[in-house]
């Protein structure tokens, strides 16, 4: 099982990423797939989920900034984030079928 995320970057407040996990070595439209996060100092925090069938949630605090989605033809899942704030600054992970990304890393800063 392999996943890799991309997309991660530098960003100004209010501004916009597309984070993208591409997975492999696993039935991907089989499996429920996340989105977590860790900002410095601070523990891991999920923020978003979606299921085999497309269903999706959030963390409270997100909804509305960001939007998972996902390619099963392609074997990937995305993460658009939007209105970004300083404290969306963190390490984001894709996870799933019980394993973990090695993380892409989001700046927000001016």
């Known amino acids: 099982v392999q996943l890799v995320e991309s997309g991660g970057g530098l960003v100004q407040p209010g501004g916009s990423l597309r984070l993208s996990c591409a997975a492999s070595?696993?039935?991907?439209?089989?499996?429920?797939m996340s989105w977590a996060r860790q900002a410095p100092g601070k523990g891991l925090e999920w923020v978003s989920a979606?299921?085999?069938?497309?269903?999706?949630y959030y963390a409270d605090s997100l909804k509305g900034r960001f939007t998972i989605s996902r390619d099963n033809a392609k074997e990937l899942v995305y993460l658009q984030m939007t209105s970004l704030k300083s404290e969306d600054t963190a390490v984001y992970y894709c996870?799933?079928?019980?394993?973990w990304g090695q993380g892409t890393q989001v700046t927000v800063s001016s």
């Open positions: 979606i299921t085999r069938d497309g269903s999706t």
């Open positions: 070595g696993f039935t991907f439209r089989s499996a429920a």
């Open positions: 996870t799933g079928w019980r394993s």
